[in-house]
């Protein structure tokens, strides 16, 4: 089955705890992306990456990292997590970035103690 | 900065009735605008796809067109149903890498 995979789906972490929210897809699209989505705020672009080895920084970048190893994985990571980080999570992939439908992972929620 | 609008932000409508929902962007310079649907805790979920040359795309009961000169989109729902009931987002990519800017979304309330 064609999909975009996270994991973990919950997590709860205290402050500056580092995690890492992994993505993956099975379509071999070459374009993925990283969103928060907050209560009033909607969902905001963190990053994303065309290609392997290629990332873009979001409307909201700062405390995250991002890397683009393999064309399937694309795992966000938070070095020192802080509250404010608290949020649903969502990774996306399409066969090209410009050009193509978006299909989303089912989510992440993050909890930052 | 692109942004982008979504309104209203809520509609409740009696089942079987025709409902537009609205997206308004600022910059008109997008590779294409997508429609997803969001329920409670999910997901999104793809509903359609508009290419910046293309004025509208259908699938169903949906009808989505693009209007880029004057920076709309609307998607027209037929016949609603209870189980259309949900929020539904609107994207612009405007970028070919790839940068998006989502709205803010329409919850919709289809009541039977």
């Known amino acids: 089955e064609a999909q975009v995979t996270q994991n973990p789906r919950y997590l709860i972490t205290v402050t500056g705890k580092k995690l890492t929210v992994t993505c993956s897809q099975n379509m071999n699209h070459e374009y993925m992306s990283w969103y928060r989505q907050d209560p009033g705020l909607g969902l905001r672009q963190i990053y994303y990456?065309?290609?392997?080895?290629?990332?873009d920084k979001g409307d909201v970048p700062e405390g995250y990292k991002v890397s683009r190893k393999e064309k399937r994985n694309f795992p966000l990571i938070l070095e020192s997590p802080s509250p404010n980080q608290t949020s649903l999570y969502f990774c996306?992939?399409?066969?090209?970035?410009?050009?193509?439908?978006?299909?989303f992972g089912p989510g992440t929620r993050l909890t930052v103690l | 900065k692109q942004e982008v609008t979504q309104i209203p932000a809520a509609l409740s409508v009696p089942e079987g009735e025709n409902l537009v929902l609205n997206c308004s962007f600022t910059?008109?310079?997008?590779?294409?605008l997508q429609w997803f649907r969001q329920d409670p805790g999910k997901g999104l979920t793809s509903l359609l796809l508009i290419q910046s040359s293309q004025r509208e795309q259908t699938s169903g009961r949906l009808n989505a067109s693009l209007d880029k000169s004057s920076g709309r989109s609307t998607l027209y729902i037929a016949a609603s149903q209870p189980g259309d009931s949900a929020t539904y987002l609107c994207a612009v990519v405007h970028t070919n890498a790839g940068k998006s800017t989502f709205g803010d979304g329409t919850t919709l309330t289809v009541k039977p």
């Open positions: 990456s065309m290609n392997v080895e290629v990332t």
């Open positions: 910059d008109s310079a997008i590779y294409n």
């Open positions: 996306a992939s399409s066969l090209f970035g410009g050009r193509s439908e978006q299909f």
